[in-house]
């Protein structure tokens, strides 16, 4: 579900990077005793590997105190991430039902915009709180299942693996929208507020256009530039993910095209020129414009 809104993490830690996803775990049960954990290849961050090349654990006071905040500084290309949230105080009950009693709440955050807020689901035994998943391509997952583990804390990355492989009704967004009804309607309203220098209504347009249809791929693209307008590069990085793995249909290359290259534009003023020639070429191969070409040569002379 997109949040609107500017609301702001209960975290210390501020803005993340360009590209970064804050994932802000709480709870309200003053006993029990929750730890994050974030698997991906080679990699899994938690309370006793707490920084890694690409995230960072950065509240966890080891007193089972909430919140407890992680920071997804980058997301690699074809690289699939997953975030669960593990009962370390009933490691060795798996029956237990505490983590569903807890009150948990897991809401993640890109820059100033809450993305989506996942509350414990109720009323189920387990001590392993699969949350959500990012794909190869960038697309969230929704998992929000409670799993009973024997695993200790140092083995819930394979543990995750293990049961991401055993397979779930998780799946990312899919299916293009339609060109017309309500969604389309808020799009083109977005769109005219846009073109009036009005950002912030423009952006609260493509929200809503998003709200009533989820797989609005030009939507998602039309947010994406509102959001380079306004300077809110991950937000706008985010959101042009999102176009690009959603588009579909006849308009589908122009709109990847176009959000590849607002990727690339972003990196390349943050000095990230590896990854903003990536995006352009990207966008070169899913449409020839001289635009892409000029970029592609002024990466190249860096």
Not at 1 to 19: E, I, K, N, V, W
């Amino acid at each position: 579900m997109l949040c609107g809104g500017t609301a702001q993490a209960s975290s210390p830690t501020g803005r993340t990077s360009l590209d970064g996803l804050r994932i802000v775990l709480s709870w309200n049960a003053a006993e029990a005793d929750l730890d994050s954990h974030l698997s991906y290849p080679d990699h899994h961050v938690y309370f006793e590997r707490k920084i890694s090349d690409d995230a960072r654990l950065d509240v966890d006071d080891g007193a089972r105190k909430s919140p407890e905040t992680m920071t997804l500084l980058r997301k690699r290309a074809g690289y699939g991430y997953t975030y669960a949230v593990h009962d370390f105080g009933n490691r060795s009950r798996p029956e237990a039902s505490a983590l569903s009693r807890s009150g948990a709440q897991v809401s993640l955050y890109l820059g100033e915009q809450l993305l989506r807020s996942y509350p414990v689901p109720q009323n189920r035994p387990g001590n392993l709180w699969r949350v959500f998943r990012i794909d190869g391509e960038g697309r969230f997952q929704d998992i929000d299942r409670i799993d009973a583990s024997t695993a200790q804390a140092e083995r819930i990355d394979t543990e995750l693996d293990r049961l991401d492989g055993a397979g779930d009704d998780a799946g990312g967004d899919e299916i293009e929208a339609g060109l017309a009804g309500p969604a389309a309607h808020a799009n083109q309203r977005g769109e005219a507020a846009y073109r009036a220098g009005n950002l912030e209504g423009a952006v609260a347009l493509y929200q809503q256009s998003i709200e009533l249809d989820p797989d609005f791929a030009l939507a998602y693209s039309n947010l994406g530039l509102a959001y380079v307008k306004l300077g809110r590069s991950a937000e706008a990085i985010w959101a042009s993910r999102k176009a690009i793995a959603l588009a579909r249909g006849a308009n589908a290359t122009a709109i990847r095209a176009g959000a590849y290259y607002n990727i690339g534009k972003l990196f390349e003023e943050a000095g990230r020129y590896d990854e903003a020639m990536s995006n352009y070429l990207s966008a070169k191969r899913e449409q020839t414009h001289p635009t892409y070409d000029k970029a592609i040569e002024r990466v190249r002379g860096l």
